[in-house]
């Protein structure tokens, strides 16, 4: 089992920056990746950006080079630093932990998400 807390949503200016974390808790040893999605209003979640436990990186095309998502060497947490936001990067922001299984299938854990608003 692992829990996920997301913090640092909040209102911002377009130009802005926010920097969220996800600190988790429970079997961290057996996370295979940390992923960042979001989801705006009426929309479906998407996949925003990701970390493998080996440090391999990727990002959907619309935040490569305005995103960046890291970690320290403790792993915990995971940050995603947004910078240059836009109007349309607001929505709620999930952490999901893809966690490694004694047998069969990784199980996937999320957060309870936190807000993040764009004002143009």
């Known amino acids: 089992q692992v829990q996920l807390v997301e913090s640092g949503g909040g209102l911002v200016q377009a130009g802005g920056s926010l920097t969220l974390a996800c600190t988790a808790s429970?079997?961290?040893?057996?996370?295979?990746?940390i992923a960042w999605y979001r989801q705006a209003p009426g929309k479906e979640r998407e996949l925003v950006a990701a970390?493998?436990?080996?440090?391999?990186?990727r990002y959907v095309d619309s935040v490569k080079g305005r995103f960046t998502v890291s970690r320290d060497y403790s792993k915990n947490p995971v940050y995603l630093q947004m910078n240059s936001l836009k109007p349309e990067d607001a929505g709620v922001y999930y952490c999901?932990?893809?966690?490694?299984?004694?047998?069969?299938?990784?199980?996937?854990?999320w957060g309870q998400g936190t807000q993040v608003t764009v004002s143009s």
């Open positions: 999901n932990a893809r966690v490694r299984a004694p047998w069969g299938q990784p199980n996937d854990y």
């Open positions: 429970g079997t961290i040893s057996a996370i295979i990746q």
């Open positions: 970390i493998t436990d080996n440090g391999d990186r």
